[in-house]
């Protein structure tokens, strides 16, 4: 791949983040279950709907690496991922690598909290489609009034961060 079309590339992917309550450790299998993304409204006043999601092409290639970056090996694998009626669950187990053991401890022992998403935003719905913007407030029992509402989007990868912006912790 040359090195604009991976600019190319990269241009088409969003990274949004969450500050996620993890549900589940496991120090054996050197796991974590969290949300990568959740149906509340994110710093940038937008809502991604859990069942918007499409994994294509994630499904290819279920990593999770570090912050996003695509010059470093990964930090993990994701060996399932669904939606509920919160968001994204996953679970990420940690590589046997110096560096993902690390990043494992700092997640094992709660001073990191937060993943990310990369993904494509593919359809969306705007304030000004009053009437499907309004439908989908209601439904979902979205408080305020996003920028956007993600009706589609197709996940890249889920990313362990530091910290990504966001306004709600679950």
């Not at 149906?39 to 999601?53: A, H, M, Q």
Request: proline content about 5%; charged content about 30%.
């Amino acid at each position: 791949m040359s090195k604009n079309s991976d600019k190319t590339e990269n241009k088409k992917m969003i990274k949004r983040g969450c500050v996620s309550s993890k549900k589940e450790i496991n120090e054996a299998e050197r796991s974590v279950v969290a949300y990568g993304n959740t149906k509340s409204i994110d710093s940038y006043n937008e809502v991604l709907l859990p069942t918007g999601w499409t994994f294509e092409r994630f499904d290819k290639n279920p990593i999770m690496p570090w912050s996003h970056s695509y010059r470093l090996p990964p930090v993990g694998r994701i060996p399932w991922r669904k939606t509920d009626n919160v968001g994204l669950l996953f679970k990420g187990i940690f590589a046997k690598t110096a560096f993902a053991e690390e990043i494992w401890g700092l997640y094992r022992d709660d001073f990191m909290r937060a993943f990310s998403v990369g993904y494509e935003q593919v359809d969306a719905v705007y304030p000004n489609d009053e009437e499907n913007y309004m439908a989908l407030i209601e439904e979902w029992q979205i408080p305020g009034r996003p920028r956007l509402i993600g009706t589609r989007q197709a996940l890249y990868e889920v990313s362990a961060v530091v910290y990504r912006r966001t306004r709600t912790r679950w």
